[in-house]
């Protein structure tokens, strides 16, 4: 009976990685990198590193760390930063063509 409970757990968690391999390959089928940012934990991500107040201090201190687009994740979203005037300048107006349909 033990034996059995055993074979379930194995089924779900093999399961749930085939299920999660996929799902984030179809997010990023190219398995194309994201821009750096700050560790994050186990399934939570950055949500608890995010402050609640001037969020934009924390932002500018992780866009001296890691650059001018920081990426971090809250739970199962992903945020990109972006630090710099240029880089927006280029990628919300010169690329808008690329981007404009995407939320």
């Known amino acids: 009976f033990i034996a059995t409970g055993i074979y379930l757990v ?4 093999l399961a749930y990685y085939v299920r999660r391999h996929r799902r984030l390959r179809a997010a990023n089928p190219l398995s194309l990198p994201c821009p750096p940012g700050p560790k994050p934990w186990p399934f939570f991500g950055n949500y608890f590193q995010i402050p609640a107040k001037t969020p934009w201090h924390l932002y500018g201190q992780w866009g001296k760390q ?3 687009l920081v990426h971090i994740r809250a739970f199962n979203e992903h945020i ?3 630090n710099s005037g240029a880089v927006a300048r280029d990628l919300l107006e010169k690329r808008s063509n690329i ?3 995407r939320p």
Do not use: P, R
């Open 80 to 82: 990109i930063i972006v």
């Open 99 to 101: 981007y404009s349909d």
């Open 10 to 13: 194995v089924i779900f968690l």
């Open 66 to 68: 890691y650059g001018d």
